[in-house]
């Protein structure tokens, strides 16, 4: 299974863009790259996935390296709503769909 | 579009009881999953149903079984309740099973087992 990497912790400026990074060395050519978050143990919220080119959708954009081993996502204006854990996941090919979701990256933004 | 509910909300068990958790989706999807999610972690798969009328084992599926009622409908059943299955439970549906599907999820329904 394609594991990703990304870091605990994560603060921004309310306004300012916030840029969360995701590592995935071992992803498959044919595998897809999600975000989803989660706000308060709510149910998680799906946000964006990609292949291989950058997408871009009312939430925010997706930018994944030429090599396909990272990827960014960027939320252009975060706001204090945008506070949760935000989950990187390589989606699991021929395997049902399912997810597989790591620690994720907590994200405060503050005022 | 109510999306994907769950039922019940909240729900406190002894050890040994049993009790199923009810999920229905309005939106026409075709699969439909079950995860748990425990203190500080991420969600585990604990089974998931490609389509009406499969149903398949996923990361964490001991204890646990599954119905696929209908194309709407899957429930989770827990028979002999252990402490050890004191999470809280998110049930999930996509228009697909492959690669290129996203997951809707519900709101969860937090079980306790004392």
């Known amino acids: 299974d394609a594991k990703t990497t990304q870091p605990p912790s994560m603060d921004c400026a309310e306004g300012r863009a916030a840029n969360l990074p995701c590592n995935h060395s071992?992803?498959?050519?044919?595998?897809?790259v999600y975000w989803y978050r989660q706000i308060h143990s709510q149910g998680p919220q799906y946000i964006i996935h990609g292949l291989k080119n950058n997408e871009t959708n009312e939430m925010a954009s997706l930018i994944i390296t030429e090599d396909r081993k990272s990827s960014t996502l960027i939320l252009p204006h975060a706001t204090l709503r945008d506070t949760a854990v935000y989950y990187c996941?390589?989606?699991?090919?021929?395997?049902?769909?399912?997810?597989?979701f790591g620690q994720g990256t907590e994200l405060s933004v503050k005022p | 579009n109510a999306g994907v509910t769950q039922t019940p909300k909240f729900q406190v068990l002894k050890t040994g009881q049993s009790m199923t958790l009810q999920c229905a989706q309005d939106m026409n999807h075709n699969s439909m999953y079950w995860y748990r999610q425990d203190p500080g972690m991420g969600l585990r798969l604990i089974y998931y149903s490609a389509s009406e009328g499969t149903t398949d084992k996923g990361e964490v599926p001991n204890g646990y079984n599954v119905s696929r009622l209908n194309k709407r409908e899957f429930s989770l059943r827990l028979e002999s309740a252990a402490p050890s299955q004191t999470s809280v439970y998110f049930c999930?549906?996509?228009?697909?099973?492959?690669?290129?599907?996203?997951?809707?999820f519900g709101p969860g329904t937090r079980l306790t087992v004392t």
């Open positions: 071992t992803i498959s050519g044919n595998e897809y």
């Open positions: 999930a549906s996509s228009d697909g099973a492959g690669e290129s599907y996203e997951q809707y």
């Open positions: 996941i390589v989606k699991i090919y021929n395997q049902g769909g399912k997810l597989i």
